[in-house]
């Protein structure tokens, strides 16, 4: 099995920034692709930035500029650093990823979510 973790969501500002991190544990063999979603109330699910293991990035075009994905393969962990937020950045954020377990099977999961609110 494979559990991801996210952390780092809040309350900000606008202009404001926050970092979020998710982890992955488990029986994990490789993490491929990693990704961030986001889906505020009333919306769908909607991709925010994804990296490929060989760190090749892809962003929605309402954050390109303002948020960063990295990861950290040492420590099995995703990050997205999100600057000069804006009220409709407000939404619950999901980690997701693509892992080939130990058993050389494929995992493709979701995190608990985090929430990231931005006040006006």
């Known amino acids: 099995q494979v559990q991801l973790v996210e952390s780092g969501g809040g309350l900000v500002q606008a202009g404001g920034s926050l970092r979020l991190s998710c982890a992955a544990s488990?029986?994990?063999?490789?993490?491929?692709?990693m990704g961030w979603y986001r889906q505020a109330p009333g919306k769908q699910r909607e991709l925010v930035a994804a990296?490929?293991?060989?760190?090749?990035?892809n962003y929605a075009d309402s954050v390109k500029g303002r948020f960063t994905i990295s990861r950290d393969n040492a420590k099995n962990t995703v990050y997205l650093q999100m600057g000069s937020l804006k009220p409709e950045d407000t939404a619950v954020y999901y980690c997701?990823?693509?892992?080939?377990?130990?058993?050389?099977?494929?995992?493709?999961?979701w995190g608990q979510g985090t929430q990231v609110t931005v006040s006006s």
């Open positions: 488990g029986s994990i063999f490789r993490i491929n692709a």
């Open positions: 997701n990823a693509d892992v080939t377990t130990k058993a050389i099977t494929t995992y493709r999961g």
């Open positions: 990296i490929t293991s060989g760190s090749n990035t």
